[in-house]
């Protein structure tokens, strides 16, 4: 069993890619196999079927989409709000759990894959000394950092206990402060979107630019940040 765990622990990262892989694929199949028509129809069958299942998976993964998904689900009366948040936290939870071990147990394996992001692992590791644990309540907003900056802190000498238990509290935090607004005004984002359908055409650029300025200006921001931080 020893043997088992050390051997986990240096292979972390693989066993994670071969685990989203192994999802996508399932997620894909039975996708195909749903027994009504039409993409729509067989993404929402699923996840008023499988709704939890895919609401803590995704979770792990990724994110904002899964919530606002929970969210609109949990307005329809297809999912329970309290449990909704509940069982996305603690998807959340569990994906920065892996990327903290990852970066504990697989310091040859990081410095290896993440070559390239350096001055970024740099800059969590500054932001970790300046912000202490408010940090891990920041970085699930922080695009382009947020798996940087739990594998960062495994890196370092974090208490491993006190990460686990502000990482539990931010990850319910983060799923209530974006499943419970999605969840009060679901018509009004219903309505929207089906407007969003109708309309493509203009929304689709609209949308494209909204997103190319966020990026812009986010990338913007992280330059300046480690400039002023010397990295």
């Not at 689900?73 to 948040?85: E, K, P, Q, R, T």
């Not at 300046?130 to 739990?150: A, D, E, H």
């Not at 499943?179 to 018509?187: A, C, E, L, S, T």
Request: proline share 2%; aromatic share 18%; charged share 10%.
């Amino acid at each position: 069993m020893t043997s088992f765990f050390k051997w986990f622990q240096n292979n972390s990262g693989k066993v994670l890619f071969i685990g989203v892989a192994s999802f996508a694929i399932l997620l894909t199949y039975v996708l195909y196999n749903v027994p009504v028509v039409g993409f729509e129809n067989k993404l929402l069958y699923l996840l008023k079927r499988y709704g939890y299942v895919i609401l803590f998976v995704w979770s792990i993964l990724e994110g904002e989409i899964g919530l606002v998904m929970g969210g609109l689900l949990c307005h329809s009366g297809d999912m329970n709000l309290f449990l909704a948040i509940f069982v996305a936290g603690i998807g959340a939870f569990v994906g920065d759990q892996i990327y903290f071990y990852i970066g504990r147990y697989n310091k040859s394996y990081i410095n290896k894959k993440f070559a390239h992001h350096s001055r970024k692992f740099a800059l969590a590791t500054l932001m970790l000394r300046k912000y202490g644990m408010g940090i891990i309540f920041l970085q699930r907003y922080m695009y382009g950092m947020r798996t940087i900056l739990p594998i960062s802190i495994g890196l370092t000498r974090y208490s491993a206990k006190k990460f686990g238990i502000i990482n539990l509290i931010s990850a319910w935090c983060w799923a209530a402060l974006t499943i419970v607004p999605v969840w009060y005004f679901g018509k009004q984002i219903i309505a929207l979107f089906h407007m969003v359908l109708a309309h493509w055409y203009y929304a689709v650029p609209v949308v494209l630019i909204i997103l190319g300025i966020v990026y812009r200006a986010y990338r913007k921001y992280l330059n300046n940040k480690m400039q002023n931080l010397n990295v």
